[in-house]
């Protein structure tokens, strides 16, 4: 049986209620039939934590506390449990393993990495950057530190800089939905206008069966929120699966709303995005820092969350 927390019932009615909201005050922004937007919201069962993590947590902890291994063979295993921390939302532990791992062998390209990210989740934007730089220093041809150094420039307000790594990244597999929103995302802050002409001409690229393209094509106002909502289950054979996906759809909806100043509903929809439990995605992670964010420029006499 499926059941839904009241944390989630309580979130999914306010995104209906500030949708409603915004869309009266903004009606020539957000066109769409509000009361079936509002109706076709899609939630899924928060995924849970695999037995088979709790297994291996276990089994690492264990291997840990011989005293046999060897410092390598000890620092790989920190860096194994600390994966699974991560991946189970359990984010203090992670950085501690990854940090117990550097100590005991600190040319562990990847270690860095996670590090790095951890770090901008934390807004620590400074030892992130240090921490993405060591991982290209170690490993040069590592594609993934440009994106997730570009992001923490992003949120550490260095868009120029952000756009630059963004690029490369892009360059890497201009195929790819995720690179090429994300690139928009970084030069909006500088350029909107040409940004949607990046975004635009990227959508070419795209391959026509991925389902992401329609996040493109929301952004470009090819289509509507409305429409938008209801591809969410297009393909979908499982709540993993269906988590995932709105995991995605609804940090990218909390963008738009971000950026057309719509602050109440995309709160919500980052809210959405947080509430399918998909820990080790992109969207999760940076759902939670733009809701932190979101807080901390609220003052006590406008309270929106």
Same mark, same amino acid.
């Given at each position: 049986?499926?059941?839904?927390?009241?944390?989630?019932?309580?979130?999914?009615?306010?995104?209906?209620?500030?949708?409603?909201?915004?869309?009266?005050?903004?009606?020539?922004?957000?066109?769409?039939?509000?009361?079936?937007?509002?109706?076709?919201?899609?939630?899924?069962?928060?995924?849970?934590?695999?037995?088979?993590?709790?297994?291996?947590?276990?089994?690492?902890? =264990?291997?840990?506390?011989?005293?046999?291994?060897?410092?390598?063979?000890?620092?790989?295993?920190?860096?194994?449990?600390?994966?699974?921390?991560?991946?189970?939302?359990?984010?203090?532990?992670?950085?501690?393993?990854?940090?117990?791992?550097?100590?005991?062998?600190?040319?562990? $390209?990847?270690?860095?990495?996670?590090?790095?990210?951890?770090?901008?989740?934390?807004?620590?934007?400074?030892?992130?950057?240090?921490?993405?730089?060591?991982?290209?220093?170690?490993?040069?041809?590592?594609?993934?530190?440009?994106?997730?150094?570009?992001?923490?420039?992003?949120?550490?307000?260095?868009?120029?800089?952000?756009?630059?790594?963004?690029? $490369?990244?892009?360059?890497?597999?201009?195929?790819?939905?995720?690179?090429?929103? #994300?690139?928009?995302?970084?030069?909006?802050?500088?350029?909107?206008?040409?940004?949607?002409?990046?975004?635009?001409?990227?959508?070419?690229?795209? =391959?026509?069966?991925? #389902?992401?393209?329609?996040?493109?094509?929301?952004?470009?106002?090819?289509?509507?929120?409305?429409?938008?909502?209801?591809?969410?289950?297009?393909?979908?054979?499982?709540?993993?699966?269906?988590?995932?996906?709105?995991?995605?759809?609804?940090?990218?909806?909390?963008?738009?709303?971000?950026?057309?100043?719509?602050?109440?509903?995309?709160?919500?929809?980052?809210?959405? $995005?947080?509430?399918?439990?998909?820990?080790?995605?992109?969207?999760?992670?940076y759902a939670k820092l733009e809701l932190d964010?979101?807080r901390q420029a609220l003052t006590e006499a406008?309270?929106?969350?």
């Amino acid at each position: 049986m499926n059941v839904i927390s009241n944390g989630m019932v309580k979130a999914i009615a306010l995104a209906s209620i500030f949708f409603l909201q915004s869309c009266a005050n903004n009606p020539t922004k957000l066109s769409d039939n509000t009361n079936s937007v509002v109706g076709q919201l899609v939630i899924s069962e928060p995924l849970s934590i695999n037995y088979k993590d709790e297994i291996a947590i276990a089994r690492w902890t =264990d291997i840990i506390q011989r005293t046999e291994i060897s410092a390598e063979q000890r620092a790989k295993i920190y860096y194994e449990r600390g994966l699974i921390y991560d991946r189970v939302g359990l984010r203090v532990l992670a950085r501690i393993d990854f940090e117990q791992a550097l100590k005991l062998k600190p040319d562990m $390209a990847e270690v860095y990495n996670y590090k790095g990210i951890l770090l901008v989740a934390m807004q620590e934007y400074a030892p992130a950057y240090e921490a993405f730089d060591s991982v290209l220093d170690l490993a040069p041809e590592h594609q993934y530190v440009y994106l997730n150094r570009g992001i923490a420039l992003y949120y550490g307000d260095k868009p120029q800089l952000a756009l630059d790594d963004v690029k $490369a990244f892009y360059q890497f597999d201009t195929s790819d939905p995720y690179r090429l929103l #994300w690139l928009y995302l970084v030069e909006q802050k500088l350029d909107a206008a040409q940004a949607l002409i990046t975004l635009k001409n990227g959508l070419a690229e795209v =391959d026509e069966t991925v #389902w992401a393209r329609e996040i493109i094509r929301l952004y470009l106002g090819e289509i509507t929120q409305q429409e938008f909502i209801a591809s969410f289950t297009v393909d979908i054979r499982s709540n993993k699966a269906l988590s995932e996906r709105l995991c995605e759809a609804y940090f990218y909806l909390g963008k738009l709303n971000q950026m057309q100043n719509h602050d109440r509903v995309a709160i919500n929809f980052f809210k959405l $995005a947080l509430s399918t439990n998909v820990f080790e995605f992109v969207e999760h992670r940076y759902a939670k820092l733009e809701l932190d964010l979101f807080r901390q420029a609220l003052t006590e006499a406008k309270p929106i969350l």
